[in-house]
Each structure stands twice: as structure tokens, then as C-alpha cells.
């Protein structure tokens, strides 16, 4: 077994270190202030912040991106007006600086997933069981993204401007299909005969930004938007189908009554068009996004990258689901810095990998290659573009580890390590269910745990790997949580880890999503320490909305601001019976992202 704990006291070439001698460092996010204590309780209908910490209501679900459009109201909307507004729920997001120095920290361009949409939210007397198509195409206006303008001024508050360079991306938006499955039988539909157009991207979760600067966002749940799964002939398709939980008869959704595309009895391939990492280069907002399918297709919730030794670039990748996987993507060639028409090509050519924990400690990425190991025609492989369509059945014949649902995984370049957060397994260990193993070592993993790993010479190409548990979520006064050796009496405690980001000095910071079912607490994002006498000591600097979930942190260029997404706020009740009217905005509870800085 190679040794790969020796790094932690080791200083590493960090491109973030210009940052810290920069002259806003004093109002970097340290973790040096006291935690949220106690945790914002159950139910809370507002946010909360640490002291020293302001935050502030940045954007809005229904806010105008452009100039001459009527203000948001409930009983006013329709498609056109939504696909020029904030989508809804709002998911990760990524800073992009304008310019050069400390002004590019309070200038720049916000990039916002828009992860799901919910009509009992939306519309007063929605019926789920009859949507209007009215309420159907301004849900489908609400998905995917948003590209806004945002700026901080001389007061600190941050504010998005309305502007002809913002952008809306829906799942509607003409996007093209890239790489080894693109144009292959399985992605061809009456519309689009070439398998390389379609119309959107759905349930976009979390996602990554380049090293060539542009964002990468992960299609996550796209089953539940298609319907009659029992009509296609027996065979991998449907069965893979059915293990991504795409329904045998009518969605939940009942889109498909408006748009066949969406039944699969009608259009049988669609649904193989979704599960997709889409690239979008946000400083050309009439740029064609791409699904890129050299990174495989299952339920994508990140594509957080890190240069290779030799500059080529890596993308980890988990498939949120119970059971499901850990991917890393390697690109074949190195990033050249300045040169866009090599770079916009990169994420076409490269290894795809999918992890196997062993009990030592130790760990192999093994390659989705057509034609290698079990992954050939005598066992149903046709081809690369198949073995990338049904990455998840790739996974299973390889003999990938079975995870307590990866959400996201971030890179620390500082330290040359990489994080992965298992939100939850209420399964594991259960009747007909995978087993504990070191890597998921708990049963009934109702809160979830940290892995913390190291790829072989810290290289992000490599594909031997060796890993360790940083946390085991819950109760510290549970003897089965672990707060990686810290005193579990000095700990923020946290529940259902989900969303990652890691900042200049190394240190991980975690949004939560589902810590109310195990812990009498809204969902928090914690900051921790992962080197050093202090590592995993979280401490709490937010606490959510009732009902809602947090997500999407990002920093800003200069780090003296931390961008969150609250999703879902209220979620549970109606527009007619609201559980939440955050952010206090009148009528409806509205997901909105915040700006957090020291204040
Ligand atoms: Fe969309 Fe896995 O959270
Ligand atoms: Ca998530
Ligand atoms: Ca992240
Ligand atoms: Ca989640």
C-alpha cells in the first residue's frame, strides 16, 4: 500500500495563493469567528448568520434579467416572461471576475443552476394530476440556468443588474451533443435524425468551472420528466431505465401530455439525451452550450475539476443516487492556457473512470474503455458511445464500490486532496441491500459522511487512489459520528452533506441538504479545518430558511464573499398554504441566492 498521508503539513503550489497577499485578505472567510449556537432551530422562516457575517438577498425566482419587463407577480406569469427571468430553485453557482486586481472580486458575472421546478410552489390551485400546458411550458421556461451580471457596491451589498449580456439557459434552449455518443443510434429522435441536437437541459444540480473558464453544469434527476418506460421493448435500454427511475407509466410531472417528446413510447430514445455534464462558456452569452458525452451518462451531481501534473484536466463526478458510483473524467490533451479553439474541444477526448474502494485504504480508478476488461461485445458493450449512454451498467460489470449517494466532490489544490460527500443511504445494510464496507461504514446511513482522498503522487491522472473517512455525520453525542479526531463537544453538528467548496487556505466548506430529518436543525452551511490540530472542527456560519435546502457555495474572486443558493423555501406546503413567505417578498416564498461577507 503507498503511503499517502505524508502531504498534510507540506505546502503546495497553489494558484490561489496570489490571493491571500491580496489587500482584501482581512475580509477573507477564515474560520475564525464563533459559530451559529445552538443551530438555527426547526421550523426557522428566515436565514441566520454568524456574528460578524451579514448576508444578502441577491436574486430572486421571477426577478427580471432585461430592462422593460413587467415585475413579478404570481397570477402574471407565462413562458416567454420566465425564460427572461430568474429560474426557480436555484442550485450551484459560479463566479466569474470582470476584469483584473480586487475590482474583479465586486464585478463580475454569476452563473445559477435552476435545479427543479414545483407547481404547488408556482401557481395557486396547481393540480398535480392535471397541469395546465400553460403551467407546463413556464415549468420548462424555469429550468436550467441563469448567467447574471452582479456587483458589489461601495456599501458592500451586492446587486444584480439587468442587462443584454445576462443569459437564460432552459429546457428548451437548442443545445449540441458532443463527443464519442454523439450521433449514435441511441440518441436519434423524429426531431433531431443526427443524435446531436436537442432542446435543454434538465435538473441541472451541481457543477464545476474549467480550467479555460468556462462552467460545467450536471444534469442530475432527468427520469422523473419522462413517462411510459413499460412501452419500449425488453432489453438494456429499459432496463437501465428502469434503474435510473423513469416510470413505467405516466410522470409525475405529466409533461409528456404537452410535449411527446417526453414518452418514451413516442420518442423512446429522449431519454437518453439527458444524464449529461453540458459545457457553457459564460463570457460569450450567445455561445452554443454542449453536453459533452465523453463524461458519461448517469445522474451527474458535480463536475468540479483540477489540472493533471502534466496540465491536462481532470473532473470528478458523482452519480447521486443509493448504491451508485464515483467517476473521474481525464481529458487526453492539456489545457493551453489562452487558446479556445484547442480548449473548447478538450472535454471530447479522454478516460472516463469509476472508483473502486478497497477495504485497505487503497483505491483504483478503472476506465470505461470499449473493448477492455468486461466492457465488450460478447457482454452487451457495442461500442465506446454504448458503454457512455449506460455508464452506470459500465460501472456495475467493472466492479465499482457502491456509494451512500455521492453529491458533490470538490478538488483542494492546496492540498492536493479530494473530498466527496455521501448525503445519505437509509438503505445500506438493509435486506436485499449492499452491506457496510469501510467506505460506507455505517448501516442505515441516515446522515451521511465525508470521504477525503488522494490520487497516487497527488496527480490527478493518476488511477490508483488512497482514502479515509473525514466525517461521519449526526449527533456528536452519537458514538458512531466522527468529526475527523476533532472533540466532538466543540463541533457544529451537521447532517446530510451535499454541496462542497474549498477555499484559498485549504479549508472545506459543506451546504447541507436534509439536515432536518436526523438533527432538530434547518440546513447549514459549516466551514472546517482539514489539516492541522483543528481538522474537523466544523462550525456553522449559516442556517437556511425552513424547508429549505442550501447549496451552491461559491467564492468570488477575491474571497470576501460566499455565493448560497436556498432552494426550495417551504417546500412541503402550497402557494395557498405556504409554510415559508421567504424572502418576504409578499405573496409566495421565492429561492433565491445570498451574497455572505463579513459585515
Ligand atoms: Fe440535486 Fe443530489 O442533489
Ligand atoms: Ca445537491
Ligand atoms: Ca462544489
Ligand atoms: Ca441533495
Same mark, same amino acid.
Given at each position: 500500500?503507498?503511503?499517502?498521508?505524508?502531504?498534510?503539513?507540506?505546502?503546495?503550489?497553489?494558484?490561489?495563493?496570489?490571493?491571500?497577499?491580496?489587500?482584501?485578505?482581512?475580509?477573507?472567510?477564515?474560520?475564525?469567528?464563533?459559530?451559529?449556537?445552538?443551530?438555527?432551530?426547526?421550523?426557522?422562516?428566515?436565514?441566520?448568520?454568524?456574528?460578524?457575517?451579514?448576508?444578502?438577498?441577491?436574486?430572486?425566482?421571477?426577478?427580471?434579467?432585461?430592462?422593460?419587463?413587467?415585475?413579478?407577480?404570481?397570477?402574471?406569469?407565462?413562458?416567454?416572461?420566465?425564460?427572461?427571468?430568474?429560474?426557480? %430553485?436555484?442550485?450551484?453557482?459560479?463566479?466569474?471576475? *470582470?476584469?483584473?486586481?480586487?475590482?474583479? +472580486?465586486?464585478?463580475?458575472?454569476?452563473?445559477?443552476?435552476?435545479?427543479?421546478?414545483?407547481?404547488?410552489?408556482?401557481?395557486?390551485?396547481?393540480?398535480?394530476?392535471?397541469?395546465?400546458?400553460?403551467?407546463?411550458?413556464?415549468?420548462?421556461?424555469?429550468?436550467?440556468?441563469?448567467?447574471?451580471?452582479?456587483?458589489?457596491?461601495?456599501?458592500? %451589498?451586492?446587486?444584480?443588474?439587468?442587462?443584454?449580456?445576462?443569459?437564460?439557459?432552459?429546457?428548451?434552449?437548442? *443545445?449540441?451533443?458532443?463527443?464519442?455518443?454523439?450521433?449514435?443510434?441511441?440518441?436519434?429522435?423524429?426531431?433531431?435524425?443526427?443524435?446531436?441536437?436537442?432542446?435543454?437541459?434538465?435538473?441541472?444540480?451541481?457543477?464545476?468551472?474549467?480550467?479555460?473558464?468556462?462552467?460545467?453544469?450536471?444534469?442530475?434527476?432527468?427520469?422523473?420528466?419522462?413517462?411510459?418506460?413499460?412501452?419500449?421493448?425488453?432489453?438494456?435500454?429499459?432496463?437501465?431505465?428502469?434503474?435510473?427511475?423513469?416510470?413505467?407509466?405516466?410522470?409525475?410531472?405529466?409533461?409528456?401530455?404537452?410535449?411527446?417528446?417526453?414518452?418514451?413510447?413516442?420518442e423512446p430514445n429522449e431519454a437518453n439525451r439527458f444524464g449529461w455534464v453540458v459545457e457553457i462558456d459564460p463570457y460569450h452569452p450567445n455561445s452554443v452550450p454542449r453536453k459533452r458525452t465523453a463524461l458519461g451518462r448517469l445522474?451527474?451531481?458535480?463536475?468540479?475539476?483540477?489540472?493533471?501534473?502534466?496540465?491536462?484536466?481532470?473532473?470528478?463526478?458523482?452519480?447521486?443516487?443509493?448504491?451508485?458510483?464515483?467517476?473521474?473524467?481525464?481529458?487526453?490533451?492539456?489545457?493551453?492556457?489562452?487558446?479556445?479553439?484547442?480548449?473548447?474541444?478538450?472535454?471530447?477526448?479522454?478516460?472516463?473512470?469509476?472508483?473502486?474502494? %478497497?477495504?485497505?485504504?487503497?483505491?483504483?480508478?478503472?476506465?470505461?474503455?470499449?473493448?477492455?476488461?468486461?466492457?465488450?461485445?460478447?457482454?452487451?458493450?457495442?461500442?465506446?458511445?454504448?458503454?457512455? *449512454?449506460?455508464?452506470?451498467?459500465?460501472?456495475?460489470?467493472?466492479?465499482?464500490?457502491?456509494?451512500?449517494?455521492?453529491?458533490?466532490?470538490?478538488?483542494?489544490?492546496?492540498? +492536493?486532496?479530494?473530498?466527496?460527500?455521501?448525503?445519505?443511504?437509509?438503505?445500506?445494510?438493509?435486506?436485499?441491500?449492499?452491506?457496510?464496507?469501510?467506505?460506507?461504514?455505517?448501516?442505515?446511513?441516515?446522515?451521511?459522511?465525508?470521504?477525503?482522498?488522494?490520487?497516487?503522487?497527488?496527480?490527478?491522472?493518476?488511477?490508483?487512489?488512497?482514502?479515509?473517512?473525514?466525517?461521519?455525520?449526526?449527533?456528536?453525542?452519537?458514538?458512531?459520528?466522527?468529526?475527523? +479526531?476533532?472533540?466532538?463537544?466543540?463541533?457544529?453538528? *451537521?447532517?446530510?452533506?451535499?454541496?462542497?467548496?474549498?477555499?484559498?487556505?485549504?479549508?472545506?466548506?459543506?451546504?447541507?441538504?436534509?439536515?432536518?430529518?436526523?438533527?432538530?436543525?434547518?440546513?447549514?452551511?459549516?466551514?472546517?479545518?482539514?489539516?492541522?490540530?483543528?481538522? +474537523?472542527?466544523?462550525?456553522?456560519?449559516?442556517?437556511?430558511?425552513?424547508?429549505?435546502?442550501?447549496?451552491?457555495?461559491?467564492?468570488?474572486?477575491?474571497?470576501?464573499?460566499?455565493?448560497?443558493?436556498?432552494?426550495?423555501?417551504?417546500?412541503?406546503?402550497?402557494?395557498?398554504?405556504?409554510?415559508?413567505?421567504?424572502?418576504?417578498?409578499?405573496?409566495?416564498?421565492?429561492?433565491?441566492?445570498?451574497?455572505?461577507?463579513?459585515?
Open positions: 500500500m503507498f503511503q499517502v498521508w505524508d502531504g498534510d503539513r507540506r505546502g503546495r503550489r497553489s494558484r490561489f495563493r496570489d490571493r491571500l497577499r491580496s489587500p482584501v485578505a482581512d475580509e477573507c472567510l477564515a474560520l475564525d469567528f464563533e459559530p451559529l449556537d445552538p443551530p438555527v432551530p426547526v421550523p426557522f422562516d428566515d436565514v441566520a448568520i454568524a456574528d460578524g457575517f451579514v448576508s444578502d438577498v441577491m436574486i430572486r425566482w421571477g426577478d427580471n434579467l432585461f430592462s422593460g419587463l413587467p415585475a413579478f407577480t404570481v397570477a402574471g406569469q407565462t413562458a416567454q416572461l420566465q425564460a427572461q427571468r430568474f429560474g426557480f %430553485n436555484s442550485d450551484w453557482t459560479a463566479y466569474f471576475p *470582470i476584469g483584473q486586481g480586487p475590482a474583479s +472580486g465586486r464585478n463580475g458575472m454569476l452563473w445559477v443552476n435552476h435545479e427543479y421546478t414545483d407547481g404547488l410552489m408556482m401557481f395557486p390551485g396547481y393540480d398535480p394530476a392535471n397541469p395546465t400546458r400553460e403551467q407546463v411550458d413556464i415549468e420548462l421556461a424555469a429550468h436550467g440556468g441563469s448567467l447574471v451580471r452582479v456587483v458589489q457596491g461601495p456599501a458592500g %451589498n451586492w446587486n444584480y443588474l439587468q442587462s443584454s449580456g445576462n443569459r437564460r439557459v432552459t429546457a428548451v434552449t437548442s *443545445i449540441e451533443i458532443t463527443g464519442p455518443a454523439a450521433g449514435d443510434p441511441a440518441l436519434r429522435t423524429t426531431r433531431d435524425p443526427s443524435g446531436r441536437r436537442v432542446l435543454g437541459t434538465l435538473n441541472n444540480c451541481g457543477g464545476g468551472v474549467t480550467g479555460w473558464g468556462t462552467l460545467l453544469t450536471a444534469e442530475e434527476n432527468f427520469d422523473q420528466y419522462f413517462a411510459n418506460n413499460a412501452a419500449l421493448p425488453d432489453g438494456p435500454q429499459k432496463t437501465l431505465n428502469a434503474r435510473f427511475g423513469v416510470p413505467e407509466g405516466e410522470s409525475g410531472r405529466k409533461w409528456e401530455r404537452f410535449h411527446p417528446r417526453f414518452d418514451l413510447s413516442q445522474k451527474h451531481e458535480a463536475a468540479a475539476g483540477t489540472a493533471t501534473l502534466d496540465g491536462r484536466w481532470a473532473v470528478y463526478t458523482g452519480d447521486d443516487a443509493r448504491f451508485e458510483f464515483v467517476y473521474k473524467f481525464v481529458t487526453r490533451d492539456r489545457v493551453r492556457p489562452g487558446d479556445a479553439r484547442t480548449n473548447q474541444n478538450l472535454l471530447d477526448h479522454g478516460t472516463l473512470y469509476v472508483a473502486r474502494f %478497497n477495504d485497505n485504504g487503497t483505491g483504483t480508478w478503472l476506465p470505461l474503455v470499449h473493448g477492455t476488461g468486461p466492457l465488450t461485445q460478447a457482454n452487451g458493450f457495442a461500442s465506446q458511445a454504448d458503454v457512455l *449512454i449506460r455508464a452506470r451498467d459500465a460501472g456495475t460489470a467493472l466492479g465499482a464500490t457502491a456509494m451512500d449517494r455521492p453529491e458533490d466532490i470538490e478538488p483542494n489544490p492546496v492540498i +492536493g486532496s479530494v473530498y466527496i460527500a455521501l448525503t445519505n443511504s437509509d438503505r445500506r445494510g438493509t435486506e436485499g441491500n449492499p452491506d457496510v464496507d469501510p467506505a460506507n461504514p455505517r448501516p442505515v446511513n441516515v446522515a451521511g459522511h465525508v470521504l477525503e482522498l488522494v490520487e497516487a503522487g497527488r496527480d490527478a491522472a493518476a488511477t490508483a487512489f488512497g482514502w479515509r473517512v473525514l466525517l461521519l455525520c449526526g449527533d456528536p453525542a452519537d458514538p458512531s459520528t466522527y468529526y475527523g +479526531g476533532f472533540d466532538k463537544s466543540q463541533v457544529s453538528e *451537521i447532517a446530510a452533506p451535499d454541496n462542497l467548496a474549498v477555499d484559498s487556505r485549504g479549508q472545506l466548506w459543506i451546504a447541507t441538504d436534509g439536515a432536518p430529518r436526523v438533527l432538530p436543525m434547518n440546513d447549514a452551511v459549516v466551514g472546517l479545518p482539514v489539516v492541522g490540530p483543528e481538522r +474537523g472542527r466544523t462550525r456553522q456560519l449559516f442556517g437556511g430558511v425552513f424547508g429549505s435546502e442550501l447549496t451552491g457555495i461559491y467564492f468570488n474572486s477575491t474571497e470576501t464573499t460566499m455565493f448560497v443558493s436556498v432552494q426550495h423555501p417551504g417546500e412541503g406546503g402550497t402557494i395557498t398554504q405556504p409554510t415559508s413567505r421567504w424572502p418576504g417578498s409578499g405573496e409566495v416564498a421565492r429561492s433565491s441566492v445570498v451574497a455572505i461577507r463579513r459585515g
